[in-house]
């Protein structure tokens, strides 16, 4: 009998220190770590986290933090921050700039709808537009806040009809972006 008990607590004793050495993996701490089923997007120098689906392939040949779902999708998303000249510029003056800048690249701009968001709690504006390039129609949200002096812009880009596909993991990317 004395046997099994020490046995027993053996056993006891090297789950315990198996599930101990487990959760070390996880730093579950760090409030820059990648929520479950996402990677970083973002280079660790950056003071604001992209977080974007595993399945999603961070784009690394831009200065943009982004990815792109697929070769054969290439809807992508991307988080640009810079200094604003005026700390005192609402987000709703930076789109009218914003807007214009756009409008220098793209065509047939239209925008379908604007609405108050929050970005790592922040507030923030979220604008749906269409546009085009050449031949190619894109459909395009922009999502940017401004926090201090720092504007921070997530853009998600997709042909038309596939742009629904996407919004759930857009959702998501907005829900976990942060603001360091």
């Known amino acids: 009998m004395k046997n099994i008990l020490l046995k027993l607590a053996l056993v006891v004793v090297l789950l315990l220190c198996a599930a101990a050495l487990a959760s070390c993996g996880a730093n579950t701490n ?5 929520p479950t089923g996402m990677i970083s997007a973002t280079d660790e120098k950056a003071d604001f986290c992209l977080f974007v689906p595993d399945e ?3 784009d690394y040949s831009t200065a943009a933090a982004g990815a792109y779902y697929s070769a054969s999708d290439p809807s992508s998303v991307s988080v640009l921050a810079w200094d604003l000249d005026y700390t005192d510029t609402s987000v709703d003056e930076w789109w009218q700039t914003n807007v214009n800048e756009v409008g220098v690249v793209f065509d047939n701009i239209n925008v379908e709808s604007e609405e108050n ?3 790592s709690e922040v507030y923030g504006k979220k604008y749906i537009y269409t546009a085009s390039l050449g031949n190619f129609n894109y459909k395009i949200m922009q999502a940017a806040c401004i926090k201090g002096s720092t504007v921070y812009l997530f853009t998600y880009t997709s042909v ?3 742009y629904d596909t996407h919004l759930e993991d857009v959702a998501e990317m907005l829900q976990f972006f942060v603001i360091k």
């Open 30 to 34: 760090d409030p820059y770590a990648p």
């Open 117 to 119: 968001i929050t970005m």
């Open 160 to 162: 038309p009809e596939n």
């Open 56 to 58: 999603w392939q961070i």
